[in-house]
């Protein structure tokens, strides 16, 4: 059975750091683009950074660039999202996803497949 399970959210004032995972079951993450994506209330989902299945190139959002960073554990079948100088507005529902081979852009979620059940990062003082 294919499954994403994040990990690693919570409350964080601003400023702080986060580090969310991605573990996946069932299949291998290092033959897959993994995705990060967001939502906050009322606002649509974000691609916040994504990274590649075939040369682990990575995509960033403007908003976070310079300040998350997406990266690989193959040994442990896990994919993270490092998050560093965290602002009120990063708070969402962040949700990890799983793409065998994406044809398009590769952060658009309609390239991913399997999805995780999202984690709530809150940023607040």
């Known amino acids: 059975q294919v499954q994403l399970v994040e990990s690693g959210g919570g409350l964080v004032q601003p400023g702080g750091s986060l580090r969310l995972s991605c573990a996946a079951s069932g299949f291998t993450l290092d033959s897959y683009a993994i995705g990060w994506f967001r939502q906050a209330p009322g606002k649509e989902r974000l691609g916040v950074s994504c990274i590649s299945d075939s040369d682990d190139s990575t995509?960033?959002?403007?908003?976070?660039?310079?300040?998350?960073?997406?990266?690989?554990?193959?040994?442990?079948?896990?994919?993270?999202?490092?998050?560093?100088?965290?602002?009120?507005?990063?708070?969402?529902?962040?949700?990890?996803?799983a793409a065998q081979k994406v044809q398009g852009r590769l952060c658009s979620s309609y390239e991913y497949v399997y999805w995780g059940q999202g984690t709530q990062v809150t940023v607040s003082s």
């Open 59 to 97: 995509y960033y959002a403007d908003s976070v660039k310079g300040r998350f960073t997406v990266s690989r554990d193959n040994a442990r079948n896990t994919v993270y999202l490092q998050m560093n100088s965290l602002k009120p507005e990063d708070t969402a529902v962040y949700s990890c996803a």
